[in-house]
């Protein structure tokens, strides 16, 4: 008798403590973890995949790429170098030689915030001059060292234009060409170098040099129409075709011709410059240099990049990627509360249905419970 009320106690504390366990644990159970990823998601709703694009053009043929949207992985305030997106920094030694790996600034950098876009900080380049790797590795011929082909291009803001300012300056070598005459040999410098010079207090002009060429000069553009607005610029450059393209946002493409029959361009070993002496007062995105002649096309989608982290866009996926992390996790914890409850409705229907409960049994149950250091009474 005594021990039919100790099974009876038991199996009624049994019943109880099961029954509270199910009623706190399983009730979420009645939802599928698909129907649940799917409604959280879908409240996540962005037009940014079919308003931005998420990489940068071509990206096979761009050799270096500055940018201002992965600040803290990238730009290292404490020794001042700011480098390629695509470098991982953990593995650069400071041994090795930058063969287009970084550029160096001059002076610590502030970074911006625009009062309007939201998204990254620009890097204010006033009294800033970015020096990077020597020009003879943005050659196309790694052997000679000849310049065929490229694409310059910029993503900033431009705040004031006092004078003659270099955006962009790439030296070549020296030719030393014969005059036909007794005296000494004529030294041609060769040069790359992109200019934006003030003509007027409203107007404003863009400077091109290639080799050894004529300078090219665009028309006079009204100051106003990028003036502490976000610029796109950028020049191409193709031999083959005797093409050089220059685009400063929406406005009609500048294109000037290159004569066939000029001398070859090399590179040297000068450094090459972006914003020469600090002089252009402006705030930088990034700046990309590919050893391809982009196209219109390319050029588009380049500023479509930018302007995906310039808009803060980006921060809407980052947080649509973190719910679906947090959902993952989410289903995984109810896999594995669903796999508990299955072992403890088995356990359960045997002792129900079947002999009476032995001592090996209650401590298989009493694995499964969330309660796992309450001490079931004996039988």
Not at 209 to 218: F, L, W
Request: aromatic residues 12%; hydrophobic residues 35%.
């Amino acid at each position: 008798m005594k021990s039919l009320l100790y099974s009876i106690a038991f199996l009624a504390s049994f019943f109880i403590i099961i029954s509270t366990y199910l009623l706190v644990h399983l009730r979420p159970l009645s939802r599928s973890p698909n129907t649940t990823k799917k409604e959280v998601i879908e409240t996540f709703t962005s037009t940014a995949d079919e308003m931005y694009e998420k990489s940068i053009p071509r990206h096979g043929d761009n050799f270096m790429f500055l940018s201002t949207f992965f600040r803290s992985d990238q730009i290292k305030e404490g020794s001042m170098i700011w480098y390629d997106d695509d470098i991982d920094t953990k593995n650069v030694m400071s041994t090795d030689y930058n063969k287009g790996t970084y550029f160096l600034y001059s002076d610590p950098i502030l970074f911006i915030e625009d009062s309007l876009r939201k998204g990254v900080k620009g890097a204010k380049l006033s009294d800033v001059e970015l020096k990077g790797p020597n020009a003879l590795y943005f050659a196309n011929n790694d052997n000679t060292f000849e310049l065929n082909e490229f694409s310059i291009l910029f993503m900033m803001k431009i705040e004031t234009i006092s004078g003659n300012h270099t955006l962009f300056e790439m030296l070549g070598n020296t030719l030393a060409k014969d005059n036909n005459s007794d005296s000494a040999p004529i030294y041609i410098p060769q040069v790359i170098s992109l200019n934006i010079v003030k003509v007027s207090e409203d107007d404003v002009k863009f400077d091109v040099k290639i080799g050894n060429d004529i300078i090219h000069s665009t028309t006079n553009i009204t100051k106003s129409l990028f003036l502490n607005n976000f610029n796109k610029i950028a020049l191409t450059f193709n031999k083959a075709t005797g093409e050089i393209n220059l685009y400063v946002n929406n406005l009609d493409r500048f294109n000037f011709k290159y004569p066939q029959n000029i001398d070859k361009i090399t590179l040297g070993s000068s450094l090459v410059l972006i914003n020469k002496d600090g002089e252009l007062d402006a705030i930088m995105y990034s700046f990309a240099y590919y050893k391809k002649a982009l196209t219109s096309d390319d050029i588009g989608k380049y500023e479509s990049y930018n302007n995906y982290y310039i808009n803060g866009a980006y921060i809407s996926d980052e947080e649509k990627k973190k719910t679906e992390n947090t959902v993952t996790e989410a289903d995984n914890r109810f896999r594995l509360e669903k796999d508990r409850s299955d072992k403890l409705s088995k356990l359960l229907d045997k002792c129900v249905n079947e002999k009476p409960v032995s001592q090996t049994e209650i401590t298989t149950i009493s694995s499964v419970l969330p309660f796992r250091n309450m001490i079931l009474p004996m039988i």
